[in-house]
């Protein structure tokens, strides 16, 4: 089975430029959420979505936006990039996002804004 | 505020070595402790701890979790190069939402 899929794996974009970054998840699994992680830092947590509900956010500003579609993939938005928006972007997903449910990541896509 | 702490953030050892990396928390709820290692890019999921004093063991790895003390430590034994990684790790919050809170992780390099 393939695992979670992330694209693209590398992005440069210049400050005010929106991105777009796709994730599919596991085959059955029906969360997906997305983390930023900073060069030297854990995984920072953005959203959670489940069956195309958003279950959870981070504390991020609304330049960050995502959405599930009905096969559970998922798109994370970011507009008016800034500088400090360059990171590397996870999307793990796992069966509900509930008890004992474990998550397991993508590759990530790494941004890079100039 | 919730945070997980790990220590130490880097640590260099020889192949053969015993490796133990902590993982301390403070969290308002506590569903889970995982710990994931991270190569390259993607965490790969090694354990997932809910419940004190019970050890989980993988090969060379193990980890426990004491959730009176709010900690956990991950031990490698027998440490190959292919450990070389950083090892992170996060506590699930439960409620209705499924974020992990991820420590900076420990950057562990293991030489011939």
């Known amino acids: 089975d393939a695992g979670v899929t992330q694209s693209p794996t590398h992005l440069i974009k210049t400050r005010g430029q929106h991105v777009t970054l796709r994730c599919s998840p596991i085959?059955?699994?029906?969360?997906v959420s997305w983390y930023q992680q900073v060069l030297g830092q854990g995984p920072q947590f953005i959203f959670q979505?489940?069956?195309?509900?958003?279950?959870g956010r981070g504390n991020f500003p609304d330049r960050f936006s995502a959405r599930q579609f009905p096969n559970y993939s998922s798109e994370l938005n970011v507009n008016a990039l800034l500088l400090g928006d360059s990171a590397l972007y996870l999307c793990?997903?796992?069966?509900?996002?509930?008890?004992?449910?474990?998550?397991?990541f993508g590759p990530g896509t790494r941004l890079t804004v100039l | 505020e919730d945070k997980v702490v790990q220590s130490p953030l880097s640590l260099v050892v020889h192949e053969g070595d015993t490796v133990t990396l902590n993982c301390s928390y403070e969290?308002?709820?506590?569903?889970?402790l995982l710990w994931y290692k991270q190569e390259k890019k993607a965490p790969t999921f090694l354990f997932m701890l809910?419940?004190?004093?019970i050890e989980k063991k993988s090969g060379r790895l193990s980890s426990i979790l004491d959730k009176k003390e709010l900690f956990s430590i991950l031990n490698i034994t027998a440490t190959q190069t292919g450990d070389s990684a950083v090892y992170l790790c996060a506590v699930d919050l439960g409620g209705s939402q499924g974020n992990l809170i991820f420590g900076k992780g420990t950057k562990l390099s293991v030489k011939p």
């Open positions: 809910t419940s004190s004093g």
């Open positions: 085959s059955g699994h029906k969360s």
């Open positions: 979505y489940y069956e195309k509900e958003e279950r």
């Open positions: 793990a997903s796992s069966l509900a996002g509930t008890f004992a449910d474990t998550q397991y």
């Open positions: 969290v308002t709820n506590f569903r889970s």
